[in-house]
């Protein structure tokens, strides 16, 4: 008998601090989350391959390679997360990337502008595509009523493999859900982490290689640890983010954004404090830190609000209402 390899587990969607909205600090490094993931002390969510994706940028993934050692690349899987506006489209999707370098990356970002010319791309060339949190967009975008949420079902008809986001509430991940399975397509689960969360969910699938291991996820010879964002999880993602801006020794700060850059007040407010280095210090830091796990209260309970709000016109929404779940269908009517 041929014995059954080991399975591997990787977290396909993980922000450093390189992307925009990820607060500079030591903790969100690329090399120090990809020892975190990869820590034989975290039983419950030690990874084998890691990999970042970036919002727009592989020079994430490139500090990292630089800096380790040879044998520790092959666990390092190469992605991006791409934001595409395709003009046919009419509102912002996020695609993940994978098994590509940043020299192909720079290809797409001077020649790609819709999706068939991102699969035009990416299909010969052996790049693994991903279509993130379908039940995501930009706030300006749905209430300004851009989001045609119909074509939310056309996009994903398009994909291989559809994300079940952890930073998603669990009504939304349930139309996820429900969406890929009547349309046949593979999920795959993860964190989507701004806050080094690493692993919160994540995939299992044989692989010695990365690219066999992603062969095997993409063909749904692999399995899913799910997780879904609720209050009390986004409250401690929140004070996570604040904790590791205090605690950072180093002369500047800048955190451009808080909880997905969807909060500037909040996110401006931590800039001004946090980058007086009289205010990291002793006692006022302690009260600097009090003052904003507070205020991060109401504001984690506004973004709730929010999703359900946006779950609501989902559900009222003829194309996409089957998909979310009976509770949200009553409440929209």
């Given at each position: ?11 396909l ?5 390189v ?17 975190k ?32 050692p ?56 052996g ?14 975008e ?22 079940l ?5 669990g ?32 995939n ?15 063909a ?15 409250l ?9 801006v ?20 909040v ?18 830091r ?27 016109r989902?559900?009222?929404d ?5 998909h ?9 009517a």
């Amino acid at each position: 008998m041929v014995p059954m390899k080991r399975l591997r587990r990787a977290d396909l969607h993980l922000h450093s601090n390189v992307s925009y909205d990820v607060p500079e600090v030591a903790a969100l490094l690329p090399r120090a989350l990809f020892e975190k993931a990869l820590d034989p002390r975290r039983a419950d969510r030690r990874l084998d391959y890691f990999t970042l994706t970036d919002h727009d940028t592989m020079a994430g993934w490139e500090q990292l390679v630089r800096q380790l050692p040879e044998a520790d690349r092959a666990f390092v899987i190469p992605g991006v997360e791409h934001t595409l506006c395709d003009p046919g489209i009419g509102f912002t999707i996020h695609v993940n990337l994978f098994m590509l370098d940043p020299d192909q990356y720079a290809e797409i970002r001077r020649q790609v502008v819709t999706l068939d010319e991102l699969f035009d791309y990416c299909l010969p060339r052996g790049i693994f595509m991903q279509y993130n949190h379908p039940t995501w967009f930009e706030l300006d975008e749905w209430r300004s009523d851009r989001v045609e949420f119909g074509k939310v079902r056309q996009i994903a008809a398009n994909f291989q493999v559809i994300e079940l986001n952890a930073g998603r509430p669990g009504r939304l991940n349930a139309a996820t859900v429900s969406l890929a399975g009547n349309l046949g397509k593979v999920l795959t689960s993860n964190s989507d982490s701004h806050s080094g969360d690493v692993g919160l969910s994540s995939n299992c699938a044989q692989g010695d290689g990365a690219r066999e291991f992603l062969a095997n996820i993409w063909a749904g010879r692999g399995s899913i640890v799910t997780s879904d964002m609720t209050y009390d999880g986004m409250l401690t993602v929140v004070h996570d983010m604040i904790d590791n801006v205090l605690n950072e020794r180093g002369e500047r700060i800048v955190a451009d954004s808080v909880l997905q850059h969807q909060h500037r007040a909040v996110a401006l407010l931590v800039r001004h404090l946090v980058n007086s280095r009289r205010l990291r210090r002793g006692p006022a830091r302690e009260m600097v830190r009090l003052v904003l796990k507070q205020i991060s209260r109401p504001v984690v309970s506004r973004w709730l609000d929010r999703e359900h709000e946006l779950a609501r016109r989902l559900a009222a929404d003829s194309a996409l209402g089957a998909h979310v779940p009976l509770t949200e269908r009553a409440g929209a009517a």
